[in-house]
Nanobody
């Protein structure tokens, strides 16, 4: 079992930055990957970024060059550095962790970008 707690969301002006963090507890040694999804009002859930064991990462094209994902495996923590934020980045951001075939989810944190 893995529990995830997110932090770092909030209100920011367009062009600004935010850093999201997600701390895992429980069986963190068995986590294969951690990452972030987001869901904007009226839109489908979108994978934003994922960091896998071994160091490989994937970033959505919509945020590439602006967002960076990093992970501290020893601490079971994943970060999402979001720069040059745009109004279209407004969404609830959810942390997730993969443990084998099981996905765990955080409660979500709201990011609102004002234009």
């Amino acid at each position: 079992q893995v529990q995830l707690v997110e932090a770092g969301g909030g209100l920011v002006q367009a062009g600004g930055s935010l850093r999201l963090s997600c701390a895992a507890s429980g069986t963190i040694f068995s986590i294969n990957a951690m990452g972030w999804y987001r869901r904007a009002p009226g839109k489908k859930r979108e994978l934003v970024a994922v960091a896998r064991n071994g160091g490989s990462t994937n970033i959505a094209d919509s945020v590439k060059g602006r967002f960076t994902i990093s992970r501290d495996n020893a601490k079971g923590t994943v970060y999402l550095q979001m720069n040059s934020l745009k109004s279209e980045d407004t969404a609830v951001y959810f942390c997730y962790a993969e443990e084998g075939l099981i996905d765990y989810w955080g409660q979500g944190t709201q990011v609102t970008v004002s234009s």
